[in-house]
């Protein structure tokens, strides 16, 4: 089986235990040598200024090449460009370009006034600037705004002819789901490298509640097995088995690059990187 490309997501520290639990993540998954990774924005721009630090420090510490969330909420034109413009000049070389997630409280998502009214705007004039490779999200099942997944792929088509390089997917629980899309995509004339996002499922209340809040399908088999799991104690073991299940049937239809939605939980994601073969590259220097 051919090894993949991993990338792993973070999000920014609000607190300093969570600051902690965030280095210690990107420590245990650096050696891993993942071809990038990225850094959240909270929900209407809530984290932006912690989202700077964490993507500075990440690529200045740890010498990984870090892609910087940016999205439309909350913000006018400059100021979105203006971020970005501090990123080019930090040394980040790509970015996340996303529509973003309205302000808790404030329903579906409402442009600014004096900002961008879509991720296709923004891909646009990030794409104009030349600074950047961006990276854009791609929806497997039919996002909660839209009419049907056919819209999603056509909006996500748009994407690519805007100035986008590849689209990392929200998560899914089954691989026919992402192969579906994939051929779905590739009928529409998507020819840009889509990678599929996976989350390792430390704890499976709380993802369940997360998917069915973005639109991903809960396969009521993953009810009962975790039910059982819990009962037995073996939830850790079955989250990693599925995982790792998931992840080489993608690899043998041929996806070659996976990205990690971490949860600044590194372990999981370790071990199911170790099954499917991706060991840490240890440096010449330390080789006896």
Excluded at 184 to 200: H, L, S, V
Excluded at 277 to 283: F, K, M, R, T
Aim: charged share 20%; aromatic share 10%.
């Amino acid at each position: 089986m051919t090894t993949p490309n991993v990338s792993f997501e973070f999000f920014p520290p609000k607190t300093l235990d969570a600051s902690f639990r965030l280095w210690d993540t990107v420590r245990m998954l650096s050696p891993l040598s993942p071809s990038f990774v990225s850094v959240t924005y909270g929900a209407g721009g809530t984290t932006r200024a912690l989202t700077h630090e964490a993507v500075t420090t990440i690529g200045a510490q740890f010498g990984l090449n870090v892609a910087a969330h940016l999205t439309c909420v909350d913000a006018t034109r400059a100021e979105t460009l203006a971020i970005a413009e501090s990123y080019a000049k930090a040394g980040v070389t790509e970015i996340v370009a996303l529509r973003g997630d309205p302000p808790k409280g404030q329903g579906g998502f409402q442009a600014h006034p004096e900002g961008f009214a879509h991720s296709v705007e923004l891909i646009e004039a990030l794409a104009a600037t030349g600074n950047f490779k961006l990276r854009v999200g791609a929806y497997p099942e039919p996002h909660p705004d839209a009419a049907d997944n056919l819209a999603d792929v056509r909006w996500l088509k748009r994407k690519f002819e805007a100035g986008a390089d590849s689209a990392i997917t929200q998560f899914f629980f089954e691989a026919d789901t992402f192969l579906r899309f994939r051929d779905t995509c590739a009928r529409e004339g998507i020819t840009g490298r889509i990678i599929p996002g996976i989350i390792p499922i430390g704890n499976w209340q709380g993802i369940r509640k997360f998917a069915l809040a973005t639109g991903a399908s809960v396969p009521a088999w993953l009810d009962e097995a975790f039910e059982k799991a819990q009962r037995d104690g073996r939830e850790e073991l079955l989250a990693t088995a599925l995982c790792t299940e998931l992840c080489d049937k993608l690899v043998r239809e041929g996806v070659e690059d996976l990205h990690f939605y971490t949860l600044n939980s590194p372990h999981l994601t370790r071990d199911v990187c170790h099954a499917l073969g991706v060991q840490p590259q240890v440096a010449l220097e330390n080789v006896a």
